[in-house]
């Protein structure tokens, strides 16, 4: 998971934008709950999964529609 290394001080200048765009995707297609960057949105896809999808939801189409 080399996204995860980038949030972890591992970035590299050498790096292609191609390299960094296809760690993002596959940090999206493939998501870990117990390692997240948000912990409430951790918490919550654990605990209510239904309210966490309503929160997408909510959230896609405030900000990225």
């Given at each position: 998971?080399?996204?995860v290394d980038i949030l972890h001080g591992g970035w590299c200048p050498e790096w292609t934008t191609?390299?960094?765009l296809?760690?993002?995707l596959s940090l999206l297609d493939d998501q870990n709950p117990y390692h997240r960057a948000n912990i409430e949105a951790g918490k919550l896809y654990l605990g209510?999964?239904?309210?966490?999808n309503e929160t997408v939801r909510s959230y896609t189409k405030t900000y990225a529609m």
């Open positions: 998971l080399v996204f191609q390299k960094v296809l760690s993002i209510d999964r239904e309210k966490y």
